[in-house]
């Protein structure tokens, strides 16, 4: 809206700065605008090649109010210092009001409705009148907190942004400030009465005021249809560039609704076709020749993130993930010098660590790790911190603590090693703005714990915007609002499906519907969003020659359709687009390709003759060559994995244990049965315990009370219902448990360590695993076995002797046998060889042991010859649970094969 007495023009925008003088202020709507308009008229000026020259105020209009308040600070128009309050500072106050009605913490989205209500009321001059907000609970609630909120400024002198504009309205009015001669208004859509009773009381003291509205343009406008988001990135990044092409100083504007939701759709298309080469491994950061006026959130740039995470330090536990990411980040000093030795320590832990630690476990873990002192700068940056933050840790002001995280910072040499990114020296400078902020809180906070202190400056950087400026960019990635006033030579709206635009309408819920549609405020109803979305729309499409609005026709969920507003322009299809066919920088590499056919290579043949990992080598080698060769040999294993709770390989050797424990006490069938339940039950459970009692030291936060309590009990039932099982097998004696053996296979030495050995009453025996997973016998068999680890056992018994291999299945949903035997009967449920599908057509129990003797040999020869190709058992099954795919290249070989590999199917 705009009062008829504004002197309403449209101007050129180079008229508009070669009239101005310094005299004249110009106020715009938003920041962008206004750093336009600075680098337009630099241009201006340096064109005409003048080295020294006046130029007139350019500024938005709320750093215009920011300027007037200082000025009457400084003037002395205050009768007492009024301290005007920071956006955080002034959530804080919220945050108090709010909290004495609430029995929890209120959410920083509640304070931020809250806040935005009460700029509602103040920029639409709302009467803060009980009747009108006397509606609903939220809105009298409402008008309750702003009583108390205005209570609270009144008594500590403390003021409100929302109501400077106000209190500058009365020193204009007793004219002890004086107006500016000249105002020019650019870029606004609309004035808010509180603006407008300013500018009017302006006009009345002689200030010359004048909207300007830039001379709309005799845009071509055609509209576009594009499948989805990324098409539309697509093709508006290669419209981008041929019009780069042809005409280098073009000055090019896209113009996003939504662009909070596809910034990275066209970051990425935009970098593919204007910067290809930054895709390079070995070329280094550049600056981008476009620029967003949306950024990012603080926390999400890696410097930033580094330095969040270090403050944890000062918690009670460290999380795994935020020493992982210390660890591997070069923004801590040091890394330079040690990102190998810090990566083998990361991977270290990940194998023995905790979801959680202290700082005294966590140098307790790399001093254990580290005996050859591979990463002694982060150790030594460890203990200094160790004993640093034990002597800060009490609560004191947010400046103090501002202060500590400086230091702390230090202290860990943060961005010490000049790591390379190009946005460097901005977020540095924003990084030192937030700590600046943070420390001002002390005006309305009290002391606070480390803990307290951290979370807020994590909300703090979670909610500040950053965004790299670029120098005068040609081509600006813009959202409606930002575009105002801003003019191109060719322009691209895109996203323009009915769902983003207009935008809904969002009433605020702390101010009665009604209210806001009376005073006319923001988001209040469709209708004034339509008027809105119109107006803009004019707008954006009036500042350039040539311009398109495009939409996608579908997203991940449903089939969109064009906004209304779009509806009436010539529709176009993409062939129509003059698009730069530059290539991309990976077809362009594909183009390049040469297939090279490669002899099969064997690996060198393997000079030792022992191997280390029991069965798994026989295991390896059976269900993939090369994987047995790279884990085996490569040391190319996976990262572990740290988890909640404990993991599986744990638990399972916890049974184990247990196992050992109990057998060694019973022996026999026979003393198992003397055994009363009661005495069973016991002997069970105080074996579990001394069992979890000793890896409690290693998991310490893993095993709480209540987790303890809850193992024992798991464990315990398990084991209770597995030796109800074996009290209803025929006579047994535990004749050997945990046998260390070693056997020779084609010349290879493997030990292995075999859980129990039962003798039967004919004195035959049975071998018995203990597995806490899946299991099945038929994946001992064929030429290349998938379990091969009881078949191996098999060969450490003489034929003659041995009457089956079994596993002893201890699961929640299965406690059985699981096996083969030479004879029905022998065990429970256990079927004997000559049932099997595997191996009913063999003769007898012994040549079975030989097959499986003569499958073990192959299998060792060819590993101990190099056999090594990538040659899985089963594809794809074989290579799901394996991480070697970037190194062995499968999924590439397949792709190149004529043969298609079908998930589905098994051998």
């Known amino acids: 809206m705009k009062q008829d007495w504004f002197n309403s023009k449209q101007v050129n925008i180079n008229e508009l700065l070669k009239d101005s003088n310094q005299n004249t202020i110009i106020l715009t709507g938003n920041q962008r605008l206004t750093s336009v308009l600075r680098g337009l008229n630099e241009q201006v000026f340096i064109s005409q090649q003048l080295n020294i020259w006046k130029s007139p105020f350019i500024m938005p209009w709320s750093s215009w109010l920011l300027a007037l308040w200082e000025e009457s600070l400084i003037t002395g128009l205050m009768r007492e210092y009024e301290q005007l309050l920071s956006p955080w500072q002034e959530h804080i106050i919220w945050q108090e009001v709010l909290e004495a009605d609430f029995s929890v913490k209120p959410t920083y989205s509640t304070i931020q409705l809250v806040q935005n209500a009460w700029q509602l009321v103040w920029s639409w001059c709302i009467p803060r009148n009980e009747s009108l907000f006397n509606y609903n609970q939220d809105s009298l609630l409402f008008w309750k907190w702003m009583l108390r909120f205005q209570s609270i400024c009144n008594e500590r002198n403390f003021v409100s942004v929302a109501s400077i504009t106000s209190k500058l309205q009365q020193f204009f009015k007793s004219q002890k400030l004086k107006p500016s001669r000249h105002l020019i208004l650019t870029g606004f859509d609309e004035l808010n009465p509180q603006q407008l009773q300013l500018l009017t009381i302006l006009d009345n003291l002689g200030c010359q005021i004048e909207w300007v509205d830039h001379q709309t343009k005799a845009s071509q406008v055609s509209r576009l249809a594009c499948k989805d988001v990324h098409e539309e990135s697509v093709l508006m990044a290669r419209w981008v560039r041929k019009k780069k092409e042809d005409n280098p100083a073009a000055r090019i504007g896209i113009v996003v609704p939504e662009l909070h939701n596809q910034r990275d759709a066209i970051q990425h298309a935009l970098d593919e076709n204007l910067m290809p080469e930054i895709f390079h491994p070995g070329n280094p950061n550049q600056t981008p020749p476009y620029n967003f006026s949306l950024g990012k959130t603080l926390n999400l740039f890696p410097p930033i993130s580094a330095a969040l995470s270090l403050f944890n330090i000062f918690g009670s536990t460290l999380r795994f993930e935020t020493v992982s990411q210390l660890l591997r980040s070069p923004f801590i000093g040091g890394w330079a010098q040690e990102s190998g030795a810090r990566a083998l320590l990361d991977i270290k832990l990940r194998e023995a660590a905790e979801l959680v630690f202290t700082i005294d476990t966590l140098i307790d873990l790399c001093t254990r790790f580290d005996h050859h002192k591979a990463c002694p700068i982060f150790m030594q940056r460890l203990q200094f911190i160790q004993n640093w933050v034990a002597l800060n840790h009490n609560k004191v002001k947010p400046g103090q603590w501002s202060a500590r995280f400086d230091q702390l910072l230090e202290m860990m040499g943060w961005l010490k090693d000049d790591a390379v990114f190009h946005e460097a020296f901005q977020l540095i400078r924003a990084w030192r703005e937030l700590l600046v902020e943070f420390a001002a809180l002390d005006w309305v906070m009290s002391e606070m714990t480390a803990t307290d202190a951290v979370n807020l400056l994590n909300q703090m950087t979670s909610q500040r915007i950053f965004q790299p400026q670029v120098d005068n960019p040609a081509i600006q990635i813009l959202g409606p609002l930002e575009a105002q006033g801003i003019e191109f030579d060719y322009l691209w709206v895109a996203g323009l499906h009915d769902g983003a635009w207009p935008v809904r309408f969002d009433p605020n819920p702390f101010i009665t519907i009604s209210i806001q549609r009376k005073y006319q405020t923001p988001h209040s109803s469709e209708h004034r969003e339509l008027a809105v979305a119109t107006q803009q729309m004019h707008r954006i499409l009036g500042s350039a020659d040539e311009a398109i609005v495009s939409y996608p026709e579908f997203d991940e969920k449903s089939v969109l359709r064009p906004s209304p507003l779009i509806k009436t322009f010539t529709a176009m299809d993409a062939h129509q687009l003059a698009l730069s066919n530059i290539p991309l920088w990976r077809d362009i590499i594909y183009a390049q390709s040469q297939k090279e056919e490669i002899q ?132 047994f004696e535990v004749t050997s448990r945990e046998q260390a053996i070693e056997i020779a296979l084609s010349g290879l030495k493997i030990k292995l360590k075999i859980d129990r050995i039962d003798t039967l009453d004919d004195g035959r025996q049975i071998i018995i695993d203990y597995k806490t997973g899946n299991v099945s016998p038929s994946e001992w068999f064929g030429d290349r076995p998938d379990k091969p680890q009881l078949p191996l056992y098999s060969l450490a018994v003489a034929n003659q002797q041995l009457a089956g291999i079994v596993f ?30 595997q191996t009913q057509e063999i003769s007898d129990w012994s040549a079975v042991i030989t097959r499986w003797q003569s499958v073990l040999e192959n299998l060792a020869q060819q590993f101990l010859s190099g056999q090594a190709d990538v040659s899985p058992k089963k594809y794809p099954n074989t290579c799901q649970h394996c991480s070697l795919q970037v190194l062995c290249r499968i999924n590439e070989a397949t792709l190149l094969s004529d043969i298609v590999f079908n998930p589905e199917t098994e051998e």
């Open 808 to 837: 002893a299945q201890l699961r929640v949903d299965q406690i059985a046998f699981s096996g083969i035997v030479a004879k029905e009967g022998l065990l429970l449920k256990v079927k004997s060889f000559d049932k099997f599908l």
């Open 600 to 731: 099969y290579d064997a690996a060198p043949s393997v000079k030792m003759t022992s191997m280390s990992g029991g069965s798994r080598v026989f295991e390896l080698q059976a269900a993939c060559p090369f994987r047995a060769f790279a884990e085996l040999r490569l040391h190319a294993y996976p990262q572990g994995k740290v988890q909640m709770g404990l993991n599986a390989m744990v638990r399972g050797n916890l049974v184990h244990q247990v196992m050992e424990k109990i057998w060694g006490r019973l022996h026999s069938h026979q003393q198992l049965m003397t055994l009363s339940e009661t005495q069973l039950a016991n002997l069970v459970r105080t074996q579990v315990t001394l069992a979890i009692d000793g890896i409690q030291a290693k998991y310490p936060y893993t095993l709480t009370k209540r987790f303890r309590m809850i193992e024992i009990e798991r464990i315990s039932a398990q084991i209770d219902q597995w030796l109800a099982l074996e009290k209803t097998r025929t006579p």
